[in-house]
């Protein structure tokens, strides 16, 4: 797929790349610039899609660092990643 830069510095996000994405105007996107060049695109979910994410019982406290991880876990694997 391509998409042409404009003098704003602006670009539109293919169809089927947004579809993939199940991303809509006014949606967020999250940008990753990887070391190698690669740039990854994500959505950027809502709060509300972690409810029910930790289900289960956890018997210690949990450091942000690991629900941070926890979270892009899922969401990773909730897009196929």
């Known amino acids: 797929m391509d ?4 003098s704003k510095g602006q670009m539109t996000i293919p169809k089927p790349a947004r579809e993939h994405l199940k ?4 949606d ?10 690669s ?9 509300s899609c972690l409810k029910g994410m930790f ?9 942000a660092e690991e629900m941070g991880v926890a979270a892009e876990n ?5 897009f196929g990643r």
């Open 23 to 26: 991303v809509r105007p006014g």
């Open 3 to 6: 998409s042409a830069l404009t």
């Open 55 to 63: 289900s289960g019982r956890v018997d210690r406290p949990v450091p």
């Open 39 to 47: 740039v990854v695109l994500l959505p950027k979910l809502p709060v």
């Open 28 to 37: 967020r996107v999250k940008i990753f610039l990887h070391p190698d060049g």
């Open 74 to 78: 899922a969401a990773a694997e909730e």
